[in-house]
């Protein structure tokens, strides 16, 4: 372990220039304008991958972005860890409210990261976050220390809901076949409150479409007696929640799975200041679902929330139109035990029941995802909290992340592997916001942490 460890305080430079140069590349998934710079953002990894010491390292085509394998297969008597990871970002824009350049990686200081946060898209989701694993597994493998077989899989789908990654995964099982899978994508509280995700919340992504007339009329000669796809629309959205902040939508709780007050409890133990929260996100209360606290609400309570709306004028000064369509993207973070698909049928069924007559609705189901669970007893958890506590000198809480990864799901469906989230960011890193940041703190303590894991995994 010291060698490893020696291995990484003296390339620190290094790394964290390698990392720059990823940050360059702008990998968005989700344009495909940047097509290229995915397919060579993948080429870069797979380079870095060779560089580290892995083998059989490939670029996958897939009919989307390339998913880049590699492996280090020391001996097949040892377990095995599969880390996932992802090197495709979102996309860059509002670009106007960047301080600096999105793709132009910049170290600056903050309140929260006084030793230097690396301001890019994509530096802590999660190309910051995948590359430690590298940097890890590089100072294992030139010191000799790689204590177990370790296999790579970085996809360029993620943020666009991995859909090759699923029918890659179907395809080759035996290839991933593996103990565990370690994945760095998540949040901990805090730079001092170490903890670990042991579940993320699924996804129902829906785009829906409401027409009025066959075009856009004049709105004082059409106005008051013809729909109005926008005001139907907002009404429409506007009654899926109730007073509470409930969501009203029948059928949505029903599979729910209430925590037990002895769970409740555990959860709010971890320590959370409201002020801190409401500060730094410049607002003067929270907001949610009636009898939750925000830890529950983010963690273990479904959503549903508007991500775009959009339709008639917005144009520069007015035009007195009354729009033919009015579209809008709505998602649901799920928890368990509702499915995907159980819920973008209910809600579909639901829009469309509401939709008052006068207007055509169309609802068009987006990507998606179960949501996920993860052991805390397993000898893979139980080596994420012994590596954490090395490095932070504190045991890691485990909590409940908000977000979705909706590949992870899978991995257990088709891979029968559990995942552990060892995710070292943090939730006000701005990750999909501009100004997006990855503390050095973060990066470094992810690569020294990550090889205590494999020595603990391994034992
Ligand atoms: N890394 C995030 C998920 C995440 C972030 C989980 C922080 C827990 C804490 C991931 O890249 C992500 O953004 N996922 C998307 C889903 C995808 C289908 C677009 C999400 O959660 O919106
Ligand atoms: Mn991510
Ligand atoms: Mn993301």
Redesign the pocket.
């Known amino acids: 372990m010291k060698a490893a460890q020696d291995f990484i305080q003296g390339n620190k430079d290094r790394f964290l220039e390698e990392l720059f140069h990823l940050l360059r590349i702008p990998s968005v998934s989700a344009d495909a304008n940047y097509t290229q710079d995915v397919a060579h953002c993948a080429n870069e990894v797979a380079r870095f991958m060779i560089e580290a010491g892995a083998d059989a390292v490939e670029v996958c085509p897939t009919a989307g972005h390339p998913i880049v394998y590699g492996e280090k297969m020391i001996d097949p008597s040892l377990p095995t860890v599969l880390v996932y990871g992802?090197y495709d970002v979102q996309p860059a824009d509002p670009i106007d409210l960047w301080h600096t350049p999105p793709f132009e990686p910049t170290i600056k200081k903050t309140e929260i990261h006084p030793d230097g946060a690396i301001f890019a898209r994509g530096a802590c989701?999660?190309k910051g976050q995948f590359f430690m694993h590298l940097k890890a597994f590089e100072a294992m493998n030139k010191t000799n220390s790689l204590p177990c077989n370790v296999k790579f899989m970085i996809e360029g789908e993620?943020?666009?809901?991995s859909d090759h990654l699923g029918v890659f995964c179907k395809e080759n099982k035996q290839k991933l076949k593996a103990d565990v899978v370690l994945i760095s994508?998540?949040?901990v509280i805090a730079n001092d409150t170490p903890s670990i995700?042991c579940g993320?919340r699924g996804?129902s992504y829906l785009e829906v479409e409401v027409t009025g007339a066959n075009r856009d009329l004049h709105s004082g000669v059409y106005g008051g007696a013809v729909a109005n796809p926008i005001n139907v629309l907002a009404k429409m959205i506007a009654s899926m929640h109730d007073e509470n902040n409930h969501i009203a939508i029948p059928g949505f709780y029903d599979k729910v799975m209430e925590l037990t007050e002895a769970e409740r409890a555990d959860l709010n133990k971890a320590p959370f200041s409201e002020e801190a929260y409401k500060k730094e996100l410049d607002i003067d209360a929270v907001y949610g679902e009636k009898g939750y606290t925000t830890f529950e609400r983010t963690g273990v309570r479904p959503t549903l929330d508007c991500n775009g709306i959009w339709g008639g004028y917005i144009g520069e000064g007015s035009k007195t139109v009354l729009p033919s369509k009015a579209f809008a993207k709505i998602s649901m973070r799920l928890v368990p035990n509702q499915t995907t698909e159980e819920i973008t049928e209910t809600f579909s069924k639901h829009f469309k029941s509401i939709a008052p007559a006068g207007v055509r609705v169309e609802v068009r189901p987006h990507?998606g995802?179960n949501p996920v669970v993860t052991p805390t007893d397993s000898k893979a958890y139980l080596a994420a909290s012994f590596a954490m506590e090395q490095t932070y000198g504190k045991k890691p809480i485990p909590t409940r992340?908000?977000?979705?990864?909706?590949i992870v799901a899978m991995f257990e469906s088709e891979l029968g592997l559990k995942s552990v989230l060892m995710g070292f960011g943090l939730d006000s890193d701005a990750?999909?916001s501009p100004n997006e940041h990855y503390g050095l703190f973060n990066y470094y303590k992810g690569i020294e942490t990550i090889p205590y894991f494999f020595e603990q995994f391994a034992k």
């Not at 993620?158 to 809901?161: A, K, L, M």
């Not at 992340?401 to 909706?406: D, Q, R, T």
Request: aromatic share 0%; glycine share 22%; net charge negative.
């Open positions: 992802h989701d999660d993620e943020e666009i809901g994508d998540t949040s995700d993320l996804l990507h995802g992340g908000g977000g979705s990864i909706p990750l999909h």
